[in-house]
């Protein structure tokens, strides 16, 4: 009998340069329950106390796994100024995301976190593809193996060949590809990152500041950067949106598909770990730059060949993640 494959698979590096486990946070938006149905349905999976904060949010303490943060997911419910706020929100519930944000895990916790999309299926959770206006987002933090590491770098390398593939793979419900969260990385720094090998963060975040000038982009690195550069960052970037700074990776582009049974934690796990294997081959990393200075240098070129190429290549060098 073949052993049962897990449902996460190990990413190609497991631990970080200081030899500790790399542990990955999720955050997963749905409409339907509300912030205290859900927080309800976390304490009964996972244990703990569930604390309501009144604003729209609940924290569920002490669970197996941590503190679990659930959220009506805007900025203006945080605001205490704003008369009938609160009503306004309840009115917009369906189209503002509930967001369950957990806190860094291992891989075995989110294989048994992973188990409350049943739950959050039983009692009404809706993903992107339930409406039209409906364009929620699962977001993945992998912790990086260490800022100045050659896989971090070749990583972003590595993101910034596969997006449009990506993109095709994951099929993003039209109303995010509206929504201006999970932007395109621009061309520019897309070429910059094919055409040159950098050696640290630091000179790759300053060829970065030229092309990029929001959080909302389909991986976000600013978290990254600013951890990584704290002085640097505050000098290169005057970004109007609130960067905590994480020593990982922000993965966005991924929809929520929560209401689909089967469907879970693991189809965006595995489309980020597509990133990783290729950036752990030296050979098929040094053949998509390759092909992408040919791509970048053709006229007319549409972007469904280079979707083509980047997909021949992953078959001829036996590195497609969900095979």
Not at 52 to 77: A, K, M, P, W, Y
Not at 237 to 266: M, N
Not at 296 to 301: G, Q, T
């Amino acid at each position: 009998m073949d052993p049962i494959k897990p449902t996460f698979p190990a990413l190609p590096f497991e631990q970080t340069a200081g030899g500790d486990e790399r542990l990955c946070g999720i955050e997963i938006e749905f409409a339907g329950p509300t912030e205290l149905e859900t927080g309800t349905l976390i304490a009964k999976s996972f244990g703990g106390t569930v604390d309501d904060g009144g604003d729209h949010s609940v924290t569920v303490r002490d669970t197996r796994f941590g503190d679990i943060e659930v959220e009506l997911d805007i900025t203006l419910r945080k605001r205490k100024d704003l008369p009938f706020l609160q009503e306004s929100l309840d009115a917009m519930r369906g189209l503002i995301p509930v967001e369950v944000v957990t806190p860094p895990l291992s891989r075995a916790q989110l294989e048994e976190f992973n188990t409350i999309c049943a739950g959050l299926r039983r009692i009404g959770a809706m993903g992107s593809r339930s409406g039209v206006l409906l364009g929620f987002g699962v977001h993945v933090n992998p912790e990086v193996v260490a800022p100045d590491h050659r896989f971090t770098l070749d990583t972003i390398t590595a993101y910034a060949m596969l997006e449009p593939w990506l993109r095709d793979h994951e099929q993003v419900d039209t109303t995010r590809r509206m929504m201006p969260f999970i932007g395109a990385w621009p061309k520019g720094l897309i070429s910059d990152l094919a055409n040159t090998s950098y050696d640290s963060l630091a000179d790759l975040m300053r060829m970065a500041r030229q092309h990029i000038t929001s959080r909302n982009l389909s991986l976000d690195l600013l978290p990254l950067f600013k951890h990584a550069e704290p002085d640097l960052f505050d000098t290169l970037f005057d970004i109007d949106d609130k960067t905590a700074a994480r020593p990982t990776f922000h993965f966005r582009l991924p929809d929520s598909r929560i209401d689909e049974p089967d469907w879970s934690l693991r189809q965006p796990w595995q489309l980020w770990r597509q990133v990783e294997v290729v950036a752990a081959n030296d050979t098929l990393l040094a053949a998509l730059r390759d092909a992408w200075k040919t791509h970048d240098a053709a006229w007319f070129e549409r972007r469904s060949v280079w979707v083509k190429t980047i997909d021949t290549l992953l078959l001829d060098h036996d590195a497609r993640a969900d095979l």
